[in-house]
């Protein structure tokens, strides 16, 4: 059974974890809404982001993981925001100096919109596929 730990954090058992990968078993395949359901009628619909949110979360169970679920602000840190990118503040203090990313300062302290952030994420990852994309290209031509 699930234990709830202080306010937020719940422990799963194996069982659970189990659970989790049938769970997904269903899940996959073709699209489709999840609802919820009470006293077994269907009462609503997810909206599929709370839906993809859920998967995810199922996924790192099944697997033994830990998932951490929070809410990040419309405005971040730049600490905030060089977690989310993956790369040091120092990092994306040049990034910022540069301007390949939009900031603004709060006194003395540079702050950065969450949405700028995930677009400049998005935007790396594409850059790196289109380049795992062209390596492969280059290495089917090689053989």
Do not use: C, N, Y
């Amino acid at each position: 059974m699930a234990v709830e730990t202080g306010v937020r954090r719940v422990l799963t058992t194996e069982r659970e974890a189990e659970q989790a990968r049938s769970v997904l078993d269903d899940l996959r395949g073709p699209e489709g809404a999840l609802s919820v359901e009470r006293a077994g009628r269907r009462v609503a619909p997810l909206p599929p982001e709370v839906g993809r949110i859920l998967q995810q979360v199922l996924d790192v169970m099944a697997a033994g993981g830990t998932v951490t679920v929070g809410m990040i602000p419309d405005e971040v840190t730049t600490s905030t925001a060089a977690g989310m990118l993956g790369v040091s503040r120092p990092t994306l203090m040049k990034m910022i100096k540069e301007g390949s990313i939009p900031s603004h300062k709060v006194g003395t302290h540079h702050r950065l919109k969450a949405e700028d952030v995930r677009a400049a994420r998005r935007a790396r990852r594409a850059r790196e596929r289109a380049a795992f994309d062209a390596l492969r290209d280059e290495d089917d031509r090689m053989t």
